[in-house]
């Protein structure tokens, strides 16, 4: 990369971006850009805030090759068959594993709820608690943090096994990825000082052991791009299939749009570019990681949290790939 023009970008991070923190650029395989910023180095830690609800899709993949699931169309309560079904919340009985990965699940309530979420007993339960209501199903409706959790749910009944170690022998620790243990936080200073966290290895958990979908993932700007990378090879790492390529592919592309935003999803993934197949996971505060298989590139940003950001797929079109394809 060309020294002058990688001094240029990193002025304009430093002074246009202060919140970045990390960020890796791979392309053709090799990596062209890692540079970080404000005093941080390789080694710490973000939480990756949605990013993980794309990790969390690439796991359904692996479930779904694997016959732990049997398919994206079964109903999700062939997975909770002990769940109540109250008068008024018939609709529970039609939603699919479908619904749950486009977001296309209507909820009760129009201001989430997040303190009645984080103080109750049972997170995968409080979420499908709440479906019904507002919307249509079918209709897209994003669901940051409560809702996901039925997707960490049906796959630690599926599996038999906790989220995070199923990740891990499937998905992380052949990529090198190192993610120590599940976190639970006693107070909600514990958990709002986790958001900030630059040091912890791990994935938050819910208080009956199931890993978070929505957010809780902590992982470093090189293991982004891991996962990147592998997507960009068709789930392929040292000649092994990690994610079945058919599965990542329909994961990948538009099943669904936003309409209101004008933004195209997959199955817990954001659709940049239909015609070069470009896609996205994005976290709060401006994490993000962009594949993108015509430029043959992976892009992995890391930032620290702060409520509103510069658009980091502007950034990645308007600043990165220019650099890339000269």
């Given amino acids: 990369m060309d020294s002058q023009k990688m001094k240029a970008l990193n002025e304009l991070v430093r002074n246009e971006y202060p919140n970045i923190a990390g960020m890796v650029v791979l392309q053709n ?4 850009i890692e540079e970080y910023y404000h005093n941080f180095t390789s080694e710490n830690r973000f939480h990756i805030f949605s990013i993980t609800k794309s990790i969390v899709s690439l796991l359904i993949s692996i479930a779904l090759d694997r016959g732990e699931i049997q398919s994206v169309d079964q109903k999700i309560l062939d997975y909770f068959p002990e769940y109540p079904i109250r008068k008024g919340h018939e609709l529970l009985k039609q939603v699919t594993l479908r619904h749950c990965l486009t977001m296309s699940v209507p909820y009760r309530f129009r201001f989430n709820p997040y303190t009645r979420y984080f ?33 960490t749910g049906i796959l630690t009944r599926a599996t038999g096994r906790s989220v995070l170690d199923y990740a891990q022998e499937n998905l992380f620790q052949p990529l090198g990825i190192r993610v120590e243990k599940s976190l639970t936080f006693a107070t909600k200073e514990e958990q709002m000082a986790f958001n900030q966290t630059t040091t ?17 993932l902590t992982l470093t700007p090189r293991e982004m791009a891991a996962i990147g990378q592998c997507c960009l090879n068709d789930g392929q790492f040292q000649g092994r299939t990690l994610i079945p390529a058919a599965e990542l592919k329909e994961s990948t592309r538009k099943q669904i ?12 993934w954001w659709v940049i570019n239909e015609h070069e197949h470009a896609f996205a996971a994005l976290g709060d505060g401006g994490n993000a990681l962009y594949v993108n298989p015509q430029k043959n590139c992976v892009v992995a940003i890391a930032s620290t949290f702060v409520p509103r950001v510069k658009d980091r797929i502007d950034f990645i079109r308007d600043h990165i790939e220019p650099l890339l394809n000269e």
């Fill in 29 to 32: 395989g090799q990596c062209q």
């Fill in 200 to 216: 912890l290895s791990g994935w938050a958990m819910g208080p009956k052991g199931v890993n978070t979908a929505g957010w809780g």
């Fill in 119 to 151: 103080t109750s007993d049972d997170w995968v339960s409080f979420s499908l608690n709440q479906i019904g209501g507002l919307g249509q199903l079918g209709e897209f409706r994003y669901a940051p943090i409560i809702g996901p959790d039925i997707l």
């Fill in 257 to 268: 749009r936003w309409e209101k935003m004008g933004l195209d999803y997959g199955y817990l």
